[in-house]
């Protein structure tokens, strides 16, 4: 009966009302039921309702809790006076003459929870939706009533127990003993102290306990310890061999009549120091561009030395560790770093059979990108993933380390808790709450949705959002608001790029062989000195450091010395130091002179006298070189091998092809050609309203002709018609055209002659379609195998 009135509810709800439905419960559409009695039939399923239930705030779950308890139909003043008692009363010192009316927040949760179909029906008769009690144990960490909890037990001790606590009265044992329950004053007040006691323990849950031999038989008369006093008069009910209950009636007079010791209307409030928003946005600026540095910079280094794939997937802890040094940052920020790269698809793995990571195709596009808006791609990306890097160094269920990049790091909770921590720094604008009151708040706002994971999830997302920058010194930033709230990396964009630093075109060389650039540099400016020079330093100011090595890898690169000091004296605001100028003609005027190629390996040079000087040094012994010509030794060692001891020994050999070609080492030379993995990005905002909008159209129309359906029809009784083809196909034809029922005879599959009556609709193909009132339901019937029409 309730299913129906529920049903019935539904049917009555306006087209907003049930637009409102889906958008805030969007899993009752997926997909969209045949009729709105499918839909109340979908509201009411298990799964459905602990979705919907775990969407609620502490007091909004307090009202289901408390319609829960009741049982039953009641009354708004009802519910008002029972959520009355559990809110505080002010200071003990002066307490308000009655207790506080839980409104307008009582009549904003009813209508939420009117919108969600968890409670329906007037404010004279509020209910739950149906199997919102079932999906709701223990509610309020009250038992199950006195008529569950004994359902179990044999009739002839229920008869036993309620003579001891209910003598002389009429009824099954069962039924007298749940009487007696219904108002346990007198049982209470009967027991010992130590007894009361262990009562006082359960009485605001969990409701259950374990004792050893819960089901023994005790009398009242015979109890010899408190816990068989307790189970002699039914106030704990046995539900196992060592497990006891509480019964929901003397559960609720322990609490004096209360549903729940306490509760707030009102969220906590957030506790945390004040924050300027000007300075706590351009903080967040200043390291959401770090940050997007520090991707640019991976992907580079990544690009010429990319480390390996594991072979059970992920990144080394060695590879992460030398990562980390490379990039000047603690090893969880490189874990981050690498993850939201890999997330937005700018890595993934690639490379040879055992597979490298690579640089995708992706990153050349991103990164010519502007500072602000490739921000807003890695932000968006970070606030939908469901990996989370904050596990890397962890151990998994078998004690197995957690890589970066490894498949385990995913968690389906992960982007739900992101977006619920920023919400709550977005409820506290210029103020950076402490890890606790954002704790607290989030105990508030999802009750149902707490456990150790959560709570960690909820710290890594605090401290990923700094590193980031979607927060500035632990408050939320203008830019990440406009990232949480539109869900528009455009608008994002455009609130971060006023505060970005300006880039700078240009550095001062100094006279030791070092450049400092005064700002960020210029994307271009910024890859070209990386390849040039070594990062000494960072900070407001980035200190490079020119070496003989430094301009030898820039050579390497293909740049020729003229072209490098060009490129100095273009892009610094000094002129160019004669120490550098003398550095690099020095090293590109011995560059290149000794050229190796494979033989296994040889070395070439048109300097005799230099070839002299390399066989006779005694640190090429181990080398194995062999004079084949006054300008050409030969080499058992590889070509690199080579090439990298003549290095070591002070010499500048390059490396050249089959065809005598010099081997140039490009930065950006390697991509992987795997597909970079596709990130689901799962909007915040629910569904789109045009689909909730068709949807709920396609609901109604579905459920008009749902109610519109006709019971089967009898056929008539009587020989089926008979008549030649061209008569049946005119009287079908004329039947289609006029809109008119007609009893035909049709032949099933075994030859046999039926009767049917039928609203022909088109006739095409050789087959008619109709609705066939004697099926009550639309089929096709082939043509051939009418053997008369008549009229009905």
């Avoid at 003459?97 to 969600?116: F, G, Q, V």
């Avoid at 020095?586 to 040889?602: E, K, P």
């Amino acid at each position: 009966m309730a299913t129906m009135e529920f049903t019935e509810w539904i049917r009555g709800r306006t087209d907003d009302q049930l637009r409102a439905l889906v958008s805030s419960r969007p899993e009752l559409i997926t997909p969209v039921p045949a009729h709105l009695e499918g839909l109340a039939s979908r509201a009411a399923s298990p799964s459905a309702i602990g979705r919907a239930l775990d969407r609620l705030d502490r007091f909004t779950l307090a009202v289901v809790e408390t319609l829960a308890v009741l049982d039953g139909p009641a009354t708004k003043e009802r519910l008002r006076a029972l959520i009355a008692a559990a809110l505080p009363t002010g200071s003990p010192s002066n307490p308000p003459p009655e207790l506080p009316a839980p409104e307008p927040a009582l009549s904003a949760a009813l209508d939420r929870l009117r919108d969600l179909a968890l409670v329906y029906g007037p404010d004279d008769a509020l209910d739950l939706g149906p199997g919102v009690r079932k999906v709701l144990e223990d509610p309020a960490g009250l038992g199950p009533r006195a008529v569950e909890a004994f359902r179990h037990h044999p009739p002839e001790q229920l008869d036993e127990m309620a003579d001891d606590v209910a003598p002389g009265t009429p009824g099954t044992g069962k039924e007298r003993l749940a009487a007696a329950l219904a108002e346990p004053a007198a049982l209470v007040a009967a027991v010992s102290p130590e007894a009361r006691a262990a009562l006082d323990q359960l009485a605001w849950g969990p409701p259950t306990g374990r004792v050893p031999n819960a089901r023994r038989e005790v009398r009242v008369a015979t109890a010899r310890s408190p816990i068989e006093e307790l189970l002699a008069r039914g106030l704990l009910a046995a539900t196992g061999e060592e497990s006891v209950t509480l019964p929901r009636e003397v559960g609720l007079h322990l609490r004096g009549g209360r549903v729940h010791r306490g509760l707030l209307a009102v969220p906590p409030p957030l506790e945390g120091a004040e924050r300027d928003r000007e300075l706590a946005d351009r903080t967040a600026a200043g390291q959401a561009f770090m940050f997007v540095r520090a991707v640019e910079e991976l992907c580079e280094r990544w690009s010429i030395e990319p480390p390996g794939v594991l072979r059970t997937g992920g990144l080394g802890v060695r590879d992460l560790k030398r990562t980390a040094a490379e990039l000047d940052l603690p090893e969880w920020v490189t874990a981050l770093v690498v993850e939201v790269a890999h997330a937005a698809g700018l890595i993934a793995a690639g490379g040879g059979v055992d597979g490298e990571w690579l640089p995708t195709p992706g990153y050349d596009l991103w990164r010519v990108r502007g500072t602000a808006d490739r921000w807003a791609a890695l932000a968006a990306t970070w606030l939908h993933m469901d990996r989370v890097p904050g596990l890397v160094g962890d151990r998994d269920e078998r004690d197995r380390p957690l890589n970066a990049l490894h498949a385990d790091l995913r968690r389906s909770a992960a982007p739900g808790v992101r977006a619920a921590t920023l919400g709550v720094l977005a409820a506290a604008p210029g103020r950076a709450p402490s890890r606790d009151a954002v704790l607290e708040r989030l105990a508030w706002e999802q009750p149902r949705r707490r456990g150790p994971l959560r709570e960690h999830l909820t710290e890594f997302a605090l401290r990923e959002a700094e590193q980031i920058g979607v927060t500035g010194l632990g408050a939320l930033s203008g830019h990440g608001r406009a990232l949480l709230e539109g869900g528009d990396t455009g608008a994002a964009a455009a609130t971060l790029a006023p505060l970005l630093p300006e880039p700078v075109d240009h550095v001062l060389l100094q006279a030791d062989l070092t450049a400092v650039a005064p700002g960020p540099l210029t994307s271009e400016l910024n890859r070209w000195m990386t390849l040039t020079a070594d990062v000494e330093s960072k900070g407001g100011a980035t200190v490079y450091r020119f070496s003989e090595q430094s301009i030898r890898r820039a050579l390497d690169a293909g740049h020729g010395g003229e072209e490098l000091l060009a490129m100095l004296a273009r892009h610094s605001a000094t002129p160019v130091p004669q120490a550098l100028s003398y550095l690099v003609g020095d090293v590109a005027r011995r560059h290149g002179r000794i050229r190796v190629g494979t033989a296994s390996a040889y070395v070439r040079c048109d300097d005799p006298a230099l070839l002299d000087q390399i066989t006779a040094d005694r640190r090429s012994a181990a080398l194995r070189l062999r004079r084949l010509a006054p300008t050409v030794i030969a080499s058992r060692s590889s070509r690199a091998a080579l090439v990298d001891s003549l290095r070591a020994m002070g010499y500048s050999p390059v490396a050249e092809s089959l065809d005598g070609d010099v081997i140039i080492s490009q930065l950006d030379s390697r991509r992987t050609e795997a597909a970079p993995p596709v990130r689901a990005v799962a909007s915040a905002n629910g569904i789109d309203p045009d689909v909730a909008a068709a949807a709920v159209r396609a609901l109604r129309a579905g459920d008009a002709a749902h109610l519109s359906r006709r019971e089967p029809a009898d056929a008539p009784n009587g020989q089926v018609p008979r008549g030649p083809a061209t008569a049946t196909i005119s009287a079908l034809q004329e039947a289609i055209k006029q809109g008119v029922r007609v009893w035909i005879g049709y032949l099933d599959s075994q030859g046999n002659a039926t009767s049917r009556i039928l609203e022909p609709a088109r006739m095409e193909g050789g087959y008619l379609t109709a609705y066939d009132e004697t099926r009550a339901a639309v089929h096709r019937f082939a043509l051939h195998r009418i053997t008369g029409v008549a009229g009905v």
